[in-house]
Every structure is written in structure tokens, then in C-alpha cells.
């Protein structure tokens, strides 16, 4: 992407970003080409944000007490026909 200087000074921040997407910015200064782009590539994985899956109302803790309770019911009625 080539810019005029002027334009370069105005939207520095905004270009910084595009540059930091990937895309090399370049504009001239006195006939000299200058290219902005980061020093290291950023993986693409870097640009997630997480996100909350799980549901706001759930009570993960006493679903699994519940499970345990279950599952050691079974296991004791089990154990007790050997």
C-alpha cells in the first residue's frame, strides 16, 4: 500500500494497523521509499479474542458432585454382586 507522506502523517496510527495485518505501507520522503511493517510477523492465531462458550447459569461444581455421587452408586451396587 503507497501513501503520500502527508497522508502517512495524518493516519499514522490506522496505517501502523494495517501494517500490522500484513499489508507493508510504504510512502517517499525526498525520493526516498520508506516501508512500515513489523520487525516479526504476528501468527494468525495471536489475533483471537476468546470467547465465553460456556452458559452464564450453569453450576458446572454441583453437576460434577452429582456425577460422582452417581457414578460411585454404581460402582458400590456393582462391587456389592462380586
Do not use: C
Not at 501502523?16 to 520522503?29: K, N
Not at 483471537?48 to 455421587?69: K, V, W, Y
Amino acid at each position: 500500500m503507497q501513501v503520500t507522506i502527508t497522508q502517512f502523517r495524518k493516519e499514522l496510527f490506522k496505517l501502523a494497523d494495517v501494517a500490522l495485518r500484513g499489508t507493508p505501507v510504504e510512502f517517499s520522503y525526498k525520493g526516498i521509499v520508506f516501508r512500515l511493517m513489523p520487525e516479526a510477523k504476528p501468527s494468525k492465531l495471536s489475533r483471537l479474542t476468546a470467547e465465553n462458550i460456556l452458559a452464564p447459569d450453569s453450576d458446572f461444581e454441583g453437576d460434577q458432585r452429582r456425577l460422582l455421587a452417581e457414578m460411585q452408586a454404581e460402582w458400590e451396587r456393582d462391587w456389592s454382586e462380586l
